[in-house]
Every structure is written in structure tokens, then in C-alpha cells.
């Protein structure tokens, strides 16, 4: 079955603590994105990622960290220096970055902050 | 600055009924334009997209929308809503220069028996 998984569904972290959540695909793609879906917000995108060890900032990175070090892999870890990282995060691959191509997404992980 | 609207944050309608769900963009040229469902607690699936051509499209799910260059707006329409339509609904628009999507801030569909 190709696809993209996200773990874990639900994360819990104290404040001052970094984590990181993890998104896999199987299809194949060259592109990978991370948004971040907020309650009555659209997403806004954090980081995506054209190729293997090479990603870009979107529009809301600060505060986040990722790494490409392998095509199918692209984790997103959420610092403590991000100020207000409960939300519903969602990864998503295509086969490039241009429009045409469809993005697909992963079931998303949900985390809070205690 | 590129922007997406969907001026509805709530719709609820009755099983059987007839759909149509708004969104208006604002970009000065020809944008793409997508739809997406969202079911509770799950990432997103593509409907269906615009790019050019015939300004009718179809998608899954018995879903279509139409574009609307004058109005500035992409409408997704389903002529009978069935329970298992009841989701979130995100409109997004990009520019062809650009790999960005830009989100509306979602409708949410209630079905009544």
C-alpha cells in the first residue's frame, strides 16, 4: 500500500522540550511539505523540501527544525523556542513542487503542549 | 497579496439535499484553484482542481465546482449530500510561478438525517 504515515497521532510535551514528529512516504516522491493546521485556520506551511538534502522555509518556520536526509523520510522537530506549537500538524509528499502536482497527504499528528 | 475566502464556517443541509459551498480568491491573474475534504482528525484529500480550460470541473465523490473569472470565485457544488459527506472543506489557490498554496480557513459540513 503507497502512502504517507505520520507518527505519532498524538504527542504530548511539556514546555522547554523539544520533539520531533516523523512523516514517511512510499510513493516515490521528490517533494515534501509540513503545515500546520490551527482550529478555524487553512494550513499554513512550515518547510517543504524539493530533493534530498535540500529544504526551504515556508511561511511559519520559525521555531521548527527539519532534515531530507533520505527521499522517503522528512521529520519535523518543534523547539521550545516555537511559542505556540499545539496545533494539528500535516505532512504531505508530491512528485514536485509545481502546482500541477498533487500534493497527498498523511493522516497528520496532533500535539500538545502541557 | 494572494488570499483565499470561504465565507461560510458552518453549513448544515439535509441528506439528499443539494450543495454548494463558496469560495472567492484574490490574485490578478488565471490561478489555480483546488478543493479539498477533510475528515475529523485525518489529512487532506484532493476533490478536485482547476488549472484551464472548460471552467466546470468534476471530481470525486460526485463533487464539482465551477470557476467564475468575473466573480473571482470557484463554488463546489454536489447536487445530493450523503451522511458520509460531512467534513471539512478547504478551497486553496496558487500561482503558477510558485509551488505555495494558499488555504481558505475551511467550511465545515453538517448532515441532517
Known amino acids: 500500500d503507497g502512502g504517507i504515515t505520520q507518527s505519532p497521532k498524538y504527542l504530548f510535551r511539556k514546555e522547554g522540550q523539544n520533539v520531533t514528529l516523523s512523516c514517511e512516504q512510499n510513493?516515490?516522491?521528490?517533494?515534501m511539505y509540513w503545515y500546520r493546521q490551527d482550529p478555524g485556520q487553512g494550513l499554513r506551511l512550515i518547510y517543504y523540501?524539493?530533493?534530498?538534502?535540500?529544504?526551504q522555509k515556508g511561511d511559519i518556520a520559525e521555531g521548527y527544525s527539519v532534515s531530507r536526509e533520505k527521499k522517503e523520510s522528512f521529520p519535523l522537530t518543534v523547539t521550545s523556542a516555537q511559542k505556540n506549537p499545539t496545533a494539528f500538524y500535516l505532512c504531505?509528499?508530491?512528485?514536485?513542487?509545481?502546482?500541477?502536482?498533487?500534493?497527498?497527504f498523511g493522516p497528520g499528528t496532533r500535539l500538545t503542549v502541557l | 497579496a494572494q488570499s483565499v475566502t470561504q465565507p461560510d464556517i458552518h453549513i448544515t443541509v439535509s441528506e439528499g439535499a443539494s450543495l454548494e459551498l463558496r469560495c472567492n480568491y484574490s490574485?490578478?491573474?488565471?490561478?489555480?484553484l483546488f478543493w479539498y475534504v477533510q475528515s475529523p482528525g485525518q489529512g487532506l484529500q484532493l476533490l478536485l482542481k482547476?488549472?484551464?480550460?472548460?471552467?466546470l470541473v468534476q471530481g470525486i465523490k460526485g463533487f464539482e465546482a465551477e470557476f467564475k473569472r468575473s466573480q473571482s470565485s470557484f463554488n463546489l457544488r454536489k447536487p445530493s449530500v450523503h451522511w458520509s459527506d460531512a467534513a471539512e472543506y478547504f478551497c486553496?489557490?496558487?500561482?503558477?510561478?510558485?509551488?505555495?498554496?494558499?488555504f481558505g480557513s475551511g467550511t465545515r459540513l453538517l448532515v441532517r438525517p
Open positions: 482547476y488549472f484551464s480550460g472548460d471552467t
Open positions: 504531505a509528499s508530491s512528485t514536485g513542487t509545481g502546482l500541477t502536482d498533487t500534493q497527498y
Open positions: 523540501s524539493q530533493i534530498v538534502n535540500d529544504f
Open positions: 510513493l516515490n516522491h521528490d517533494a
Open positions: 490574485y490578478g491573474a488565471t490561478p489555480y
Open positions: 486553496a489557490v496558487g500561482m503558477d510561478s510558485s509551488y505555495k498554496l494558499i
